[in-house]
């Protein structure tokens, strides 16, 4: 199992330690490092700025969202990135939630996720592979534009700059059981969320068919420290944001992901609390059980314990989400 370095996306401003950050789990031995983004900072423009400190370490999104850009867009943004990296760009996408896509994109959420989403990656394969100019006669990716509003004069295109690999990566963050099922057979690996190794049966069967070499990459936040509830405190401020927060009260895939994994009343009742603006009783709603599965945190013993469980699965490669040199150095030694 490799492990990864998951920066996350940017508060309310750049984190200045995030370059030394990656430059640290390079030197380290780490396989990768992985940028995101929500509404705030993009994933690219920083990851270019750690692939410029770097030499080696691989370079992933997780997520660049889908909505954000065309798909032509982004596999500009991915070839390009490629280049300056030397071959380094692992190309993470994620779909987002309607709340996201319409109210901070201003586009209407697919009525047929799974259609967009397979006809998004078929038209940045397309890109990347330079065999023929770029043609999709899709539902929601049309090239050229078919759109009764449009000019009708749209011209076919294959990119002006060669990429450097037709095969470069492309993974995807999928939650829903069709959603992971479809990303086994179409993408180079899954980027999953909410990941716990007492629960890889939920996902057996559809990771069964999945091609050699294929990725399963979870991020997981970890810290070593001597208080377990202490470390587990930021986990649960960020499941309480993502469950309460991140999704409409009748449409969260967050808070439905939560509930297939066991926890269905509490995270109704960590939805209710957010909604209502009660959000420090929400984080406390989350249940200690859940944030400890999916998470690393304790004393340096405790972790190994617990990582031992993650090797044993199909995981190819844990994100850690750490806010210290030293968790990384741990893990880094505990996992050799």
Not at 39 to 55: C, Q, V, Y
Not at 106 to 126: I, N
Not at 266 to 280: K, N
Request: glycine share 10%; net charge positive; hydrophobic share 40%.
């Amino acid at each position: 199992m490799r492990l990864g370095l998951a920066l996350g996306y940017w508060g309310r401003g750049p984190d200045p330690g995030q370059v030394a950050l990656a430059r640290e789990a390079e030197r380290l031995g780490y396989h990768s490092v992985w940028t995101s983004e929500s509404w705030g900072s993009d994933a690219f423009t920083p990851l270019t700025w750690i692939a410029a400190h770097t030499s080696t370490i691989r370079l992933g999104t997780a997520v660049a969202q889908m909505a954000a850009r065309s798909p032509t867009a982004t596999a500009m943004h991915a070839l390009t990135l490629d280049h300056l990296s030397g071959g380094r760009l692992l190309l993470g996408l994620g779909l987002s939630g309607p709340q996201v896509v319409e109210g901070w994109y201003g586009r209407p959420f697919p009525s047929s996720p799974l259609t967009a989403t397979r006809e998004y990656v078929d038209v940045v394969r397309q890109v990347l592979r330079r065999e023929a100019p770029v043609r999709l006669d899709g539902r929601f990716h049309a090239l050229p534009y078919q759109g009764a509003d449009g000019t009708g004069t749209g011209k076919p295109l294959k990119p002006i700059t060669h990429p450097l690999r037709a095969g470069l990566p492309v993974l995807l963050g999928a939650e829903g059981p069709r959603n992971i099922a479809q990303t086994v057979r179409i993408a180079d690996g899954w980027l999953p969320l909410y990941w716990s190794p007492e629960r890889t049966g939920l996902y057996a069967d559809t990771l069964a068919g999945a091609p050699d070499g294929f990725i399963v990459a979870p991020v997981a936040q970890a810290r070593v420290c001597a208080d377990v509830a202490e470390g587990l405190r930021p986990v649960k401020t960020m499941l309480a944001l993502y469950i309460g927060g991140m999704g409409h009260a009748k449409r969260n895939f967050h808070a439905r992901l939560m509930g297939r994994m066991g926890y269905e009343e509490e995270a109704r009742r960590v939805q209710e609390l957010f909604l209502s603006g009660r959000r420090e009783a929400a984080v406390a709603a989350v249940p200690d059980a859940f944030a400890d599965e999916i998470s690393l945190v304790g004393p340096r013993r405790r972790i190994a314990r617990r990582l031992a469980a993650w090797r044993e699965g199909p995981v190819t490669d844990l994100l850690v989400s750490a806010p210290d040199p030293e968790t990384l150095r741990a893990l880094a030694e505990l996992n050799s």
